[in-house]
């Protein structure tokens, strides 16, 4: 691994690098905070990716990638004399002091609970009016109903024991049987289907599971044994829309145990 003065080294030549970029490539030079916003949604995902796949020389690639996001819109910022990467640094920095007073302070924690419990008090005398607040608006739902959840805990709004969730979670399918079964109104079905996904993620969280890991998973294993059902039908020169569902479900679990 790299000595500090190594690590500083280089940032300084990423820094110097996107100075002259943004003077002499006509490319770099047109960017603007909002042209750069969805190239960098893109990376955050393929960041994402590389996490689930595990592969770290890919983790190293997208991480430099978001770094130079970074570095790009800091830049962009001591144009307009708004902030520069030192503002960026430091703002962080100072967040990072304050609200770990366990640390850089004389405040007492007995376990990481009791940390997030004081990071939300602590955001919120920062002036943030609701425990809420900070929950990007554009966040996929399903990770950011984990997170609602999470921040609702932080301040005692949970179950008291995790097993009760379970309760929740069976009546609403319930109501969702129910609306499907006695009603018409798409929007009230969709309400109740909703309010079921909510409950499925507050019983992820709850037994520690990351919902959006886990159904992504899940994704990966249907597209898999998706894909085998496909080559075996090609290869028997059928097509899916000619095979009786029997006849896929076969190959089907011919592919899970695969």
């Known amino acids: 691994m790299h000595s500090t003065e190594e690590k500083l080294k280089a940032f300084e030549r990423l820094l110097d690098i996107m100075d002259e970029l943004r003077e ?3 490319w770099d030079r047109e960017q603007t905070l909002d042209s750069l916003r969805n190239l960098t949604i893109e ?3 393929e960041l994402a ?4 796949d595990q592969d770290l020389d890919e983790i190293q690639k997208e991480l430099g990638d978001l770094i130079l996001h970074i570095v ?6 001591s144009e307009k004399g708004a ?4 503002d960026v640094i430091n703002g962080i920095i100072d967040k990072l002091v304050f609200r770990h007073p366990h640390v850089f302070g004389d405040r007492k924690v007995k376990d990481s609970e009791e940390v997030i419990e004081n990071w939300e008090e602590l955001k919120m005398k920062e002036g943030n009016h609701s425990v809420l607040a900070g929950v990007p608006v554009s966040l996929p739902a399903m990770i950011k109903s984990h997170r609602i959840q999470d921040k609702a805990r932080a301040v005692g709004f949970d179950w008291d024991h995790r097993e009760q969730v379970w309760d929740k979670v069976i009546e609403e399918i319930g109501e969702v049987k129910h609306e499907l079964v006695n009603g018409n109104q798409k929007d009230k079905m969709e309400e109740e289907i909703g309010d ?3 409950s499925i993620v507050n019983a992820a969280r709850l037994y520690d599971i990351e919902p959006e ?6 994704n990966r294993k249907f597209i898999k044994r998706f894909k085998y059902l496909e080559i075996k039908a090609r290869e028997m020169g059928r097509s899916l829309k000619e095979m009786s569902l029997e006849e896929m479900e076969s190959i089907w679990q011919e592919a899970k145990s695969i």
């Open 24 to 26: 002499k490539c006509p």
């Open 43 to 45: 990376e955050t995902y």
């Open 49 to 52: 990716d590389a996490i689930m």
């Open 72 to 77: 790009f819109y800091s830049k962009i910022g």
């Open 83 to 86: 902030f520069d990467i030192a």
């Open 196 to 198: 079921l996904l909510f």
């Open 213 to 218: 890991t886990a159904l992504e998973k899940t």
